[in-house]
């Protein structure tokens, strides 16, 4: 098989499962957002509109990527983590402020998440990272300085999106596991993520009350959400009402 030939493989079980991902999202969208869409827009596919011209972008931007040659990438790990950097910074000083919270940057008449780019970013850069010490990436100094590498961003990220600062701390952890021959060195990683997610659950109250509110929603009138999804869980769900 050819150079060439090889290029044109892609995994189709996997573009199947993000595809099925997908189009669950949209319907789980759907059954959420279509009574606020008819209260507020009088449309009740108004949310899942958004979010599907969204999707359309978003595929056609990973069928355009997809044809790209995966090396041709690595010189744009360090400017991309750097800009990540620098985004998540503006985010702080010039962020748009939503429910209490800075995570969007506006250009002009567009909105974007910076966090979301640095997610990839993080991607790239310890793509590259684990690359050019793979031979010597069993060494705990090694180890210890790629995760230190990323702190700064998900650091940033998570002042204002702690979610996302932990999903980007997951990607980080996920990659050096697969990448590190020695797994007992990931026992301390794990005691210094819990510390560091404690430290960021005491930076704002709110955060504390959202764990406080997912153990005992009936207390507290914010655990609305909550209860409303165990009572369609325990009768039956969209689908069981349907059923029924």
């Known amino acids: 098989m050819t150079r060439s030939e090889k290029k044109k493989r892609y995994d189709g079980m996997l573009i199947f499962v993000v595809l099925l991902l997908v189009a669950a999202g949209l319907v789980i969208l759907y059954s959420t957002s279509a009574y606020n869409g008819q209260v507020k827009f009088h449309d009740p596919f ?4 958004k979010q599907g011209f969204a999707t359309l972008l978003g595929l056609f931007g990973m069928a355009l990527i997809a044809r790209v040659d995966y090396h041709k990438w690595v010189p744009l790990a360090i400017p991309a983590y750097v800009t990540s950097i620098i985004l998540s910074v503006a985010v702080i000083f010039f962020g748009d402020e939503y429910n209490g919270s800075k995570r969007w940057l506006s250009l002009g008449p567009f909105s974007f998440q910076p966090s979301e780019f640095s997610k990839v970013a ?10 050019r010490n793979v031979k010597k990436i069993s060494k705990l100094r090694i180890m210890s300085g790629m995760m230190l590498s990323i702190l700064p961003v998900v650091g940033l ?6 979610s996302t600062a932990i999903i980007i701390l997951g990607i980080a952890v996920t ?11 990931f026992i301390w990683m794990a005691v210094s993520g819990v510390g560091f997610l404690g430290f960021f659950l005491a930076l704002e109250s709110y955060r504390l009350e959202r764990l406080a509110i997912w153990r005992n929603p009936e207390k507290y009138e914010k655990g609305y959400q909550t209860l409303q999804g165990l009572y369609a869980i325990g009768s039956g769900g969209m689908f069981g009402r349907g059923l029924g």
């Open 46 to 49: 108004h949310y899942l509109k």
């Open 175 to 185: 990659l050096i596991f697969v990448a590190s021959p020695r797994y007992a060195q």
């Open 157 to 162: 990220v998570g002042a204002s999106n702690l």
């Open 122 to 131: 993080v991607i790239l850069f310890l793509a590259w990272l684990i690359n």
